[in-house]
Nanobody
Framework: QVQLVESGGGLVQPGASSRLSCAAS????????MGWYRQAPGKQRELVSS???????TYTNSVKGRFTISRDNAKNTVYLQMNSLKPEDTAVYYC???????????????WGQGTQVTVSS
């Protein structure tokens, strides 16, 4: 099995920056796309950003130019640098990874436990 452990987040002021980290551990044969989703109260979970194993990135329109996703393949870790944070960025942020736990395993989607990001003065 693959475990995802997130860190970062918390309470930040509008306009400030914060960085989320997510480390994958456990039985990892291959790690494919990694990404960050978020879910605000009363809203559906949405994809914020993703990055392929080769470094191709995607961003939802509302964070383009403010958020940057990156990954360290040697550490099986994905990061989300969030700049110019706005109150509407407030949500629980979830790490996601598509991975194979073994040679014979199918690729599966794994989730972290979520970390709260609150943007407020």
């Amino acid at each position: 099995q693959v475990q995802l452990v997130e860190s970062g987040g918390g309470l930040v002021q509008p306009g400030a920056s914060s960085r989320l980290s997510c480390a994958a551990s456990g039985s990892i044969f291959s790690l494919y796309d990694m990404g960050w989703y978020r879910q605000a109260p009363g809203k559906q979970r949405e994809l914020v950003s993703s990055i392929s194993s080769g470094g191709t990135t995607t961003y939802t329109n509302s964070v383009k130019g403010r958020f940057t996703i990156s990954r360290d393949n040697a550490k099986n870790t994905v990061y989300l640098q969030m700049n110019s944070l706005k109150p509407e960025d407030t949500a629980v942020y979830y790490c996601n990874a598509v991975a194979r736990a073994s040679y014979s395993d199918l690729a599966r989607s794994y989730w972290g436990q979520g970390t709260q990001v609150t943007v407020s003065s």
